[in-house]
């Protein structure tokens, strides 16, 4: 079973990010600067409620140096990137984090992540 996090709350807010260093040490990131530095800015920016500032755009500036002429419409990098970590997310969970109790997910289409929680009993039946 899955319950969504609301995010405001403290603890919450800190076994997320704890959810997040632990994510970024597993083996399919730990070499990966690339998504560790993606996963972690959208998961901060969500968690800070800016999800309406993460953008292709902001995302390619921020995380990824490009300048200000960066075309999300021309150069796919982002959506590319995001893809590659949704697929990073999924093996993550499938294998080391199957019974990690706070489950982050980035939605298709969006670039803002969704925390939620599963019960342990779930995650090992």
Known sequence: TEASLPTSKT???KAVLLQLDKIVESPGFVNAQRMRSLLTFIIHESLNGH??????????VEVFQRDESFDPQQDPLIRVQAGNLRKR???YYNAEGKDDSIIIKIPKGAYCATFS?????????
């Open 51 to 60: 999800t309406n500032a993460l953008k292709a755009f902001t995302i390619a």
């Open 117 to 125: 929680t599963q019960s342990t009993q779930a995650a090992t039946q």
């Open 11 to 13: 603890a919450d807010r």
């Open 89 to 91: 997310l999924e093996q």
